[in-house]
């Protein structure tokens, strides 16, 4: 079946330690987002990346940092520098069709629920 | 971007219609009205989307109004598997692809 699959569901760090999502799609999308979703609220965009070994921030990208190094793989670390790291963390992808990414659904992961202690 | 607005929660029967509005008074000619759901604790999914013309899919029809100011995501027998949050999204031309996401509705379905 043809998915996202995001790992583990729920994680627990302690605060000041580096943690990293994971986030894998065999979709064959280009197009792979990080959202953060915190109680209440709606998703806002950390990363995103369009192609392989690019990717660019989003509106709350301080204390994350991503890679893509291969097209199905879009791990998201958070970073002991996120103030608030607790969340709930949704990976998305799409395809990318030129001129038209606005006009393409998003596919969603079921999300990884990060607790810092 | 522009904003929408939408009621934080609304209330429906079993098996009976539900209209969910929102609000895009400063949508622009060129943007897309999307919806998506949650239901909870997952990720959201795609519902529907429109430009002008009212839209029908298996899972739910979009009236938009002639000012495109306004929208109805129409559920046209509720059950309660459709209990979640609704977001309606104004998605522009830019390359980025991006969804900003409000609040949104919560849906409640009871039997």
């Known amino acids: 079946d043809g998915g996202i699959t995001q790992s583990p569901k729920y994680l627990f760090r302690k605060e000041g330690q580096n943690v990293t999502l994971s986030c894998e799609q065999n979709?064959?999308?280009?197009?792979m987002y990080w959202y953060r979703q915190d109680p209440g609220q709606g998703l806002r965009l950390i990363y995103y990346s369009q192609i392989v070994n690019d990717f660019q921030k989003g509106d709350i990208a301080e204390g994350y940092s991503v890679s893509r190094e291969k097209k199905e793989s879009f791990p998201l670390t958070v970073t002991s520098a996120q103030k608030n790291p607790t969340a709930f963390y949704l990976c998305a992808s799409s395809i990318l069709t030129p001129g038209l990414v606005f006009y393409n659904e998003q596919f969603f992961g079921p999300g990884t629920r990060l607790t810092v202690l | 971007d522009a904003k929408t607005t939408q009621p934080n929660s609304m209330e429906s029967n079993e098996e009976e219609p539900v209209h969910l509005p929102c609000n895009h008074s400063t949508i622009s000619g060129t943007d897309y009205i999307h919806w998506y759901r949650q239901l909870p604790s997952q990720g959201p999914e795609y519902v529907i989307h429109g430009l002008t013309s009212n839209v029908n899919n298996r899972m739910a029809s979009l009236a938009i109004a002639e000012d495109r100011k306004s929208s109805t995501l129409i559920l046209h027998r509720a059950t309660l598997r459709d209990a979640a949050v609704y977001y309606c999204?104004?998605?522009?031309?830019?390359?980025?692809?991006?969804?900003?996401f409000g609040q949104g509705t919560t849906l409640q379905v009871k039997p």
């Open positions: 999204i104004l998605r522009d031309r830019s390359n980025t692809g991006k969804l900003i």
């Open positions: 979709l064959n999308h280009d197009a």
